[in-house]
Nanobody, 118 residues
Framework: QVQLAESGGGAVQAGGSLRLSCAAS????????MGWYRQVPGKQRELVAT???????NYADSVKGRFTISRDNAKNTVYLQMNSLKPEDTAVYYC????????????WGQGTQVTVSS
């Protein structure tokens, strides 16, 4: 099983920056894709960004040009650098990872709150 621990959330003013980190630990063969999702109360969880084991990235249109996802495979850690934050970025951000030798299982962190004030 993989455990994911997020950190780096907090409260900032519009235009500010935050850096989220997520470290994977536990018993697993390897980590495949990793990513960040966010959720507002009463709404569906949505994709923010993903990164493959080889470094290929994908971003939601709403964060392109402002957020950057990266990973350190040696540390089994994924990061999300968030710049030019907007009030609509306010949400609980969840780390996601896929891990497995032959088939991939999906794992989630417990979430970290990001609040952006106007």
């Amino acid at each position: 099983q993989v455990q994911l621990a997020e950190s780096g959330g907090g409260a900032v003013q519009a235009g500010g920056s935050l850096r989220l980190s997520c470290a994977a630990s536990g018993r697993f063969f390897r980590i495949r894709d990793m990513g960040w999702y966010r959720q507002v109360p009463g709404k569906q969880r949505e994709l923010v960004a993903t990164i493959g084991s080889g470094g290929t990235t994908n971003y939601a249109d709403s964060v392109k040009g402002r957020f950057t996802i990266s990973r350190d495979n040696a540390k089994n850690t994924v990061y999300l650098q968030m710049n030019s934050l907007k009030p609509e970025d306010t949400a609980v951000y969840y780390c996601n990872a896929q891990a497995g030798q032959f088939t991939a299982a999906n794992f989630w962190g417990q979430g970290t709150q990001v609040t952006v004030s106007s």
